[in-house]
């Protein structure tokens, strides 16, 4: 059956572990009208995904998009409908324990891919999502036109994947820079570990304690509702404008930052001294979050208190090489609380475990009002709080994830 050709059809790639879920629940919500004739999700995960996704017009497709060809036949519509109008690029590696050739591999190289196909079809809008691997000033909130540094190995490539989009010709291309996302069903991040670790935290009735001194720290914050909404807003915008006018309004010169020799090595990296430019809007909620905000909201959620640890006991942490010691007491305490649970928990995606990434201090704070005066986005979510997370851990123990431990 022929799709509805009034609505556009959309291709998510990537993004099951991260946020392409929410924007699937978003476009095609379970009580009312559609936004799109056509869905196709398109993932190397082999897991069907659940909920709202088990209807006639979406799809879910499997595919290695390191590939070339699995990428061609992605783009192919389904017999009987037009060209997909809109991708949403959601790829890219975010564990940060990976080698700089994964890096490249899976991130740089996947979105190249994409976006070139992208741009062969004459898609109207590809909207590529940006993970906060940045660091900003504590100061003052960034401003799309700041030049900010991005974070090691990831940060960098996931920054040089931008300034490659922004070269390629025809792309209708808009990116949505974000900051630490969470809520319902999204089992990655900072957040989502800060959410579990104070549960545990609660559960032993201790204090949840950061190694690093109070200072402004911002942690911007974003609900994946609001990612899945400002991409679809955005979307909608570059379609409307096309990438010239998109680029008068609200285009910025991306700057280099990485190692100069790899220009040669990398296929598609641009020269270190070109800068260009694409329409860009960081998204954040109001919250203006920060690491003492979000600790002290998420433990005190779960009944406890966020406190730090003094100068000896955080230099001590810091000069620790070993994870596992950092670790050890929490995620002790969340397998007993998977094991306590009312059924006991066997399998979940969410870990207490908190790599080296997530024990880092990170600074990242951004300034959302552009995206506020130009595409006119309205937050769905505008604040980081108690009723969010309650959402987010309700929802988790529906689905058998998140341990159910009667009150005594």
Known sequence: MAADSSKPSVLIFGGLNTCSRALASFLVPLH????????????????HPPTTLEIPIVEYRQANLTVPAAIQAAFDPPEGNTAFDYVFDFTGEVRNDRSETIQI????????????????????????????????????????????????????????????LASIEGLNLVILRIGFVYGPYTDFGNVISAITVASVYGYMQKPMKS???????PTNTIHVEDVAGGAWACANWVANHGRKKADELAGVPIPFHNDKTKVKEVEGMLPHDEKPVAPIF??????????????????????????????IESTVFKLLDDLEDINEHHVEGWTEMLSKSVP???????????????????????????????VGYKLLRPDFNHANIKEVVDKWKAEGAWPNIPST
């Open 282 to 311: 960081n998204l954040v909620d109001d919250s203006n979050s920060t690491l003492v905000s979000t600790g002290q909201i998420v433990s005190s959620f779960f009944g406890t208190t966020f406190e730090f640890f003094n100068l």
């Open 32 to 47: 009312s009208d559609p936004l799109v004739s056509y869905l196709r999700i398109v993932d190397k995960y082999s897991v």
């Open 211 to 217: 190694m690093w001194s109070p200072g402004k720290n």
């Open 105 to 164: 591999n899976t991130t740089f190289a996947v979105s190249r891919l994409l976006a070139l196909e992208a741009s062969k079809r004459q898609v109207k809008s590809y909207v590529r999502i940006q993970q906060p691997f940045y660091e900003t000033s504590a100061k003052n909130a960034a401003s799309e036109k700041d030049d900010i540094k991005p974070v090691e190995a990831m940060g960098i490539w996931w920054h040089e994947t931008l300034r490659m």
């Open 344 to 374: 006991p928990i066997t399998n979940t995606p969410i870990s207490a475990y908190m790599d080296k990434y997530t024990l880092e201090k990170h600074v990242v704070g951004f300034d959302n009002s552009k995206i506020k005066q130009i």
